[in-house]
């Protein structure tokens, strides 16, 4: 794998945020079916472009996600990616669809979770929630907190990319991850992803996040650390190629 890349308060906050928002997201869109998990094959693959607005970096690159293999124990999932400040080829690990072993929650690291990250849980019903605390061995001995991830999932949206327009779950996500120091306090996540079930995939994200400087420097404020959107480009099931 290559990969480069040129306060509990707040989570009380983020907490509330998104206990109000996601109330909100449970009935946004309008109602349909439950999608199931997609049944994955050696060889699907889904091209996004990614566009990163966090100055100075303003950068856009296309991304490449691939099945690279399947059974019953185990899906794998090949990223490539390249860019002016994105150098990315990284291999993600899932149990199931949707449930990541090892992989990436928040840029282009790749870690492990104790436990999976449940970054979809099939079947997606619209009112579903789940909160997840998960330890990453290279933080298990850390002071700090634990990475939290608060899920909700909405209703259908209609969405239109460069790939086509979709009938897609509306998904609400917040995170507070694990990396708090003695000088600034957890990154916040705000994300929200459209879900396809005609793809097995999401179609469109929007991410943004940010931290804050512990004892009042940078005078408190934010700084941004992540506003990013990722459209899908286009979809090849293994079996149309």
Not at 70 to 79: G, H
Not at 174 to 201: H, K, S
Request: aromatic share 10%.
């Amino acid at each position: 794998m290559t990969c480069t890349r040129s306060g509990n308060g707040l989570w009380l906050v983020l907490i509330g945020m998104s206990l109000t928002m996601g109330g909100c997201a449970s009935t946004t869109g309008t109602p349909g079916p439950s999608a199931e998990a997609p049944v994955h094959r050696v060889g699907d693959r889904w091209v996004y472009r990614v566009q990163d607005r966090v100055p100075p970096r303003f950068d856009a690159w296309e991304e490449t996600h691939t099945i690279a293999t399947v059974s019953p124990q185990t899906i794998t999932l090949r990223v490539t990616a390249k860019g002016a400040s994105v150098d990315v080829d990284r291999t993600e690990t899932w149990s199931i669809a949707g449930t990541v072993v090892e992989g990436a929650v928040f840029d282009v690291e790749t870690r492990r979770f104790d436990p999976p990250l449940l970054r979809l849980r099939f079947p997606l019903t619209g009112g579903d929630r789940w909160n997840q605390r998960m330890k990453a061995p290279a933080t298990s001995d850390s002071p700090y907190g634990a990475l939290q991830r608060s899920v909700t999932v909405g209703g259908y949206e209609r969405v239109t990319t460069p790939a086509g327009t979709f009938d897609a779950i509306r998904i609400a996500i917040f995170m507070r991850l694990d990396d708090e120091t003695f000088w600034r306090w957890p990154t916040q996540c705000t994300y929200v992803a459209w879900y396809a079930p005609d793809v097995g995939a999401t179609v469109r994200e929007e991410k943004y996040a940010y931290y804050s400087e512990k004892g009042g420097q940078n005078g408190g404020g934010r700084l941004v650390s992540q506003q990013t959107t990722v459209e899908l480009i286009s979809f090849a099931p293994a079996r149309a190629r």
